[in-house]
């Protein structure tokens, strides 16, 4: 998710010629935080460490090419929420169609045009922080749901057990209803003895 507290947007660029990392750190580093990785392998540990805004990928790289990195990152928890665009050599129409398939957002081809590639990569990101904000947002407003629930039960139960109390006996509410042999429905038997004397004397009284 995009730190809101950073002034610029983190990118991160995968790719295995230092020469390619060099244009785009200096094409991009007065607008962007750049990041900077020359194999798949250390893309995909720097994005998960990082959490870029996006991610400037090559695909054809030893070990590990770009396809296989964009495949691991979208199965990623922690980054599969990640933007992705492929710049590469690659210009068959295939290779553009299995990009965009596996989950990337743009498709970018080399020799790049450096403004069409700085326009595409502002729209993506401003994209990318739109949905983190709305994001957050509702984030925020399930939590806020959660604790007014939360609070309207604990007040429900509060006044059920307020109710219970006044709608009991007085001789009742001298004691805690506790589980324990010598407790009958609450009320201890020599309590309850007692009530009963009472009870039974005011009833001959009045006969008599």
Same mark, same amino acid.
């Given at each position: 998710?995009?730190? *809101?507290?950073?002034?610029?947007?983190?990118?991160? @660029?995968?790719?295995?010629?230092?020469?390619?990392?060099?244009?785009?750190?200096? #094409? *991009?580093?007065?607008? $962007?935080?750049?990041?900077?990785?020359?194999?798949? /392998?250390?893309?995909?540990?720097?994005?998960?460490?990082?959490?870029?805004?996006?991610?400037? &990928?090559?695909?054809?790289?030893?070990?590990?090419?770009?396809?296989? @990195?964009?495949?691991? &990152?979208?199965?990623?928890?922690?980054?599969?929420?990640?933007?992705?665009?492929?710049?590469?050599?690659?210009?068959?129409?295939?290779?553009?169609?299995?990009?965009?398939?596996?989950? /990337?957002?743009? $498709?970018?081809?080399?020799?790049?045009?450096?403004?069409?590639?700085?326009?595409?990569?502002?729209?993506?990101?401003?994209?990318?922080?739109?949905?983190?904000? &709305?994001?957050?947002?509702?984030? /925020?407003?399930?939590?806020?749901?959660?604790?007014?629930?939360?609070?309207?039960?604990?007040?429900?139960?509060?006044?059920?057990?307020?109710?219970?109390?006044?709608?009991?006996?007085?001789?009742?509410?001298?004691?805690?209803?506790?589980?324990?042999? /010598?407790?009958?429905?609450? @009320?201890?038997?020599?309590?309850?003895?007692?009530?009963?004397?009472?009870?039974?004397?005011? #009833?001959?009284?009045?006969?008599?």
């Amino acid at each position: 998710m995009y730190d *809101f507290s950073s002034s610029k947007p983190t990118l991160l @660029v995968i790719d295995d010629i230092p020469e390619n990392l060099t244009l785009m750190y200096q #094409l *991009f580093k007065d607008d $962007y935080k750049v990041k900077g990785a020359n194999s798949g /392998a250390r893309g995909i540990a720097v994005a998960e460490s990082v959490n870029p805004d996006l991610i400037l &990928l090559d695909i054809m790289m030893p070990e590990m090419d770009g396809y296989e @990195v964009c495949r691991r &990152l979208k199965h990623n928890p922690v980054t599969r929420d990640v933007p992705v665009i492929f710049l590469t050599a690659k210009v068959d129409r295939i290779d553009e169609q299995k990009g965009l398939e596996m989950g /990337a957002v743009d $498709y970018v081809t080399k020799p790049i045009n450096p403004e069409i590639v700085k326009a595409r990569v502002k729209t993506h990101v401003a994209l990318k922080i739109a949905s983190d904000l &709305l994001k957050g947002k509702n984030e /925020a407003l399930e939590k806020e749901v959660e604790r007014r629930t939360s609070e309207i039960l604990r007040q429900e139960k509060s006044f059920t057990r307020s109710r219970m109390w006044l709608s009991m006996p007085w001789f009742l509410w001298r004691k805690p209803v506790i589980t324990k042999p /010598a407790i009958i429905f609450g @009320v201890r038997k020599r309590t309850l003895s007692f009530w009963l004397k009472n009870c039974a004397r005011t #009833l001959v009284i009045r006969q008599s």
